[in-house]
Each structure stands twice: as C-alpha cells, then as structure tokens.
C-alpha cells in the first residue's frame, strides 16, 4: 500500500459545526502532516507529528486541533471555523521528519465553510 | 517566474514535445528537492527527488536538474503527452526542518494537440 488516504473527499459545515477529517497511511511512514491549500496557491504547513508528538505547529488558529491516535491515523478536529478557512486540506506522510523519502500527499479534502 | 494574484505562470507545449518547468528556490540549506504533479480536484503527486549531493536524476520520461549555484531546479519532461497537463510544483526542504516542504508558486502546463 502506497497511498495516503484522507475522507471525506468533500465537506461543507457551518460556522458553529463541530467535524473532524481523517487521514490514513499504511506505509509504515513515521511523520505526517497537515497542509493547507487555497486556490492557485502551493499548500501550506499546518502541523507536523513525527513519531506520534507533535512537533510543528505553523502558527494555526485553535479552531483547528490536531490529533494522531497511532502510527497510522491523523486526524484533524474544527470547531468555529470562518468562510475564509475553506480551502482543500491535505493529508501527507514520509519515513521520518529527518529522512524524507517517500513523500506522499492524499487526495485531500475539499472543505467549505458556510 | 511568480505567480501574480490568481494567475499562474503557464507554459503551453505541444503534444509530442519535450518540456522544461523552471523553479528558483530560497533556501541556500535546502538538501532535498521534490517535484509534484496536482491535477485539478486532487493532492499534489510524486514525480522525483534530488538530494543536494547530486546535479541530475532520471525518471521514466522525466529528468530533474540542480544547480545549486543558482539555486535552480528545472524539470524536464520528454515526449509531452495530455496527460501532463497539470499544475507542476517544485518542494524543497532540508534535514532539520522537521520534514517542512517550501514549494514553489508552480507552473500551470497546458498540452495542446
């Protein structure tokens, strides 16, 4: 299994909604991240986990929480988003935070906030 | 070049032809370079890597070039297809940073027949 896989594909929520997205890798990768991509734009770090613990966080609002229950999982919890957090959020993975080999990206989720 | 607003640089080829994609990176420290194919409504893909101990790697119709004197990185795509059509994003990072990638503004490839 090469893949990182993220649901869902699509998600619209309001302002006062609580949602998570999850994210998957079965490639025995150590780090994963959060990015965050608007559009016509490069994406943008959120967070990094490496070895479960967070290790970067860009920075980002408390509306946004990270989560990684195991080596394979991470999720990402909002709460009180604005209009201007939508975007397409994307899940990545690779060996280890110093060793980046195999960096891969998932599909993302395409999230709008109303 | 760097994109202005909404616009991305463009660069239009010709089915057949080969392609060469351009990225200026920043960061003299940087040890790891990647280029990433995103396709509209999907995550950036792999394409390939260079460490900064090597000047070229090759790929199946793919070729990444390094200068670090300049700080350039180009892409070549040879035999362009449709296929290709995409946003091209250059990433680069280094051992330390804690697996940060800095991409590039990208490059918006447009393959016509």
């Known amino acids: 299994d090469t893949e990182v896989t993220q649901t869902p594909k699509h998600l619209v929520m309001g302002m006062t909604n609580k949602k998570s997205l999850k994210c998957e890798q079965h490639?025995?990768?150590?780090?994963m991240y959060w990015y965050k991509q608007k559009a016509k734009k490069p994406p943008e770090l959120m967070f990094v986990?490496?070895?479960?613990?967070?290790?970067i966080n860009e920075s980002v609002p408390s509306r946004f929480s990270p989560e990684c229950p195991n080596s394979s999982l991470l999720n990402l919890h909002l709460h009180a988003l604005q209009p201007e957090d939508s975007a397409l959020y994307l899940c990545?993975?690779?060996?280890?935070?110093?060793?980046?080999?195999?960096?891969?990206f998932g599909s993302g989720t395409r999230l709008t906030v109303v | 070049g760097e994109s202005v607003g909404l616009h991305l640089p463009t660069l239009s080829v010709q089915e057949g032809d080969n392609s060469i994609i351009n990225c200026a990176y920043s960061n003299s420290a940087s040890d790891y370079f990647i280029w990433y194919k995103q396709e509209s409504g999907k995550g950036p893909q792999f394409i390939i890597d260079i460490r900064s101990n090597m000047d070229k790697r090759q790929g199946q119709r793919v070729t990444v070039l390094l200068n670090k004197t300049v700080k350039h990185l180009s892409l070549q795509i040879a035999a362009t297809q449709p296929g290709d059509s995409a946003v091209y994003f250059c990433?680069?990072?280094?051992?330390?940073?804690?697996?940060?990638?800095?991409f590039g503004a990208g490059t918006q490839v447009v393959v016509t027949p």
């Open positions: 990545a993975s690779s060996q280890d935070s110093q060793r980046h080999y195999g960096y891969t």
């Open positions: 490639m025995g990768h150590r780090a």
């Open positions: 990433a680069e990072t280094q051992t330390d940073s804690w697996g940060k990638l800095q």
């Open positions: 986990y490496s070895y479960e613990k967070l290790s």
